[in-house]
C-alpha cells in the first residue's frame, strides 16, 4: 500500500481512501464528486459519513462506530485514524491517516502534502484520538494487505 498526497488542503478524506484501495487522488476525487463528496465541504473532515460512503463505493467496508485510540499496539490490522482533531466554535474537525499493519511492520500514511515522508513511523509524534477499522468486502479491494 502506498500513500496518495492530497492535492487539495481539505482532501485528506479523499487522499487516504484512495491510498486504500489502489487509486489516484484524481480517480478516488472523481467517484466522490459523483457521489456528492467533495473537499472543500467541510462535513467531510468534521463528519465521518462522507468517507465512510466513499468506502463502501470502492468495495471497503467501515466499522459502524469510531473506537477511542487506546495505544498503537492495540489498532486492527488496517484503520483511518482522526489525527489533529480539534475543536472550531464547538464542532470537531480532525485530519484523516491510514494506519496499516503491513508486511514490514506498522505505519502510518499521511496524505498532508508538506510532509518530507508520507510514510511515517514516528508513532511518537502523532496522536490520534479515536480510529474506524476498515475491512474488506467482496467487490474490489486490493490483495496487498
Given at each position: 500500500m502506498k500513500p496518495v498526497i492530497q492535492e487539495e488542503i481539505t482532501g485528506c478524506g479523499i487522499a487516504n481512501v484512495a491510498a486504500l484501495v489502489g487509486v489516484t487522488y484524481k480517480q478516488a476525487k472523481a467517484v466522490a464528486n459523483s457521489l456528492g463528496i467533495f473537499a472543500e465541504d467541510r462535513r467531510l473532515w468534521s463528519e465521518t459519513h462522507h468517507v465512510r460512503t466513499l468506502l463502501r463505493q470502492f468495495g471497503l467496508d467501515a466499522s459502524p462506530d469510531e473506537s477511542l485510540f487506546q495505544s498503537w499496539e492495540s489498532l486492527p490490522t488496517l484503520a483511518l485514524l482522526?489525527?489533529?482533531w480539534h475543536?472550531?466554535?464547538g464542532r470537531p474537525f480532525w485530519h484523516w491517516a491510514v494506519f496499516w499493519r503491513g508486511p514490514r511492520g506498522p505505519v502510518v500514511l499521511d496524505s498532508k502534502k508538506a510532509l518530507a515522508s508520507h510514510v511515517r513511523t514516528d508513532f511518537w509524534r502523532i496522536r490520534p484520538k479515536w480510529f474506524i477499522e476498515v475491512h474488506r468486502t467482496q467487490k474490489s479491494a486490493p490483495t496487498n494487505w
Open positions: 482522526s489525527t489533529r475543536l472550531e466554535q
